[in-house]
């Protein structure tokens, strides 16, 4: 199938309230183009180098969304263009991002990241990092930075009561919150079980570019 139709039969899967994150990783610009021909507009990086480059050839009107671990001496090259942030899993990393926005002078939404995998090779705050962060005068004085909501990878697994064991969690902790907006889990094996336990957005790679 063409890159064009999976996305099609990705998209009548995911209701009108859950975002779909194109993640377009490693994929050569003309990928990304085809999904872009087909509607999609908002593509996912998980390296600040290679989404800058695809961001320089393409349409200004995509929409871009960091997605892996972001490394604080390469914020200021998507700092003129990132829409979104989605793995921000410490304060220093936000005062780092809010610094940036600043001497650009824009205004850049973040989501922080939640450890929920049984695994040790996943980034991410627990419960009481979370709500330290968000209760402390360093967090509450960024100008330039909104937090607005929750992302987490779950475990690598076929084991579906794990999986909703850790979108749940997940989820209950995000309602703790009524500020926020946005939950992102759900990747292309699991993301139908995310949307099931209260997901708003979904990154979804190989399901629509193929494997890598």
């Known amino acids: ?29 003309a990928d990304l183009m085809e999904a872009y021909a087909a509607g999609q507009r908002i593509f996912g990086e998980n390296k600040i180098q290679e989404m800058t480059e695809k961001w320089q050839a393409m349409p200004k009107d995509i929409e871009w969304h960091m997605i892996g671990h972001v490394q604080s ?28 926005a600043v001497r650009w002078r824009k205004h850049i939404n973040c989501l922080l990241q939640i450890h929920i995998a049984e695994e040790d090779t996943k980034f991410g705050l627990d419960a009481q990092e979370l709500d330290s962060l968000l209760a402390s005068e360093a967090f509450k004085s960024l100008t330039n930075v909104s937090v607005i909501g929750l992302m987490g990878m779950a475990s690598f697994t076929d084991n579906q009561a794990q999986l909703k064991r850790e979108f749940d969690g997940l989820k209950a902790l995000y309602d703790r919150y009524p500020q926020f907006t946005t ?17 708003t957005m979904v990154r979804i790679g190989s399901s629509i570019f193929g494997t890598r």
């Open 73 to 100: 001496n390469k914020v200021k090259y998507m700092v003129p263009y990132v829409k979104l942030i989605h793995g921000v899993d410490s304060l220093k990393l936000l005062v780092e991002i809010n610094r940036h």
């Open 183 to 199: 939950l992102s889990m759900g990747m292309s094996g699991d993301y139908a079980l995310a949307m099931e336990c209260g997901s």
């Open 1 to 29: 199938m063409s890159i064009a139709s999976n996305l099609q039969s990705i998209q009548s899967t995911i209701p009108p309230h859950v975002t779909l994150v194109a993640v377009s990783k490693t994929k050569p610009v």
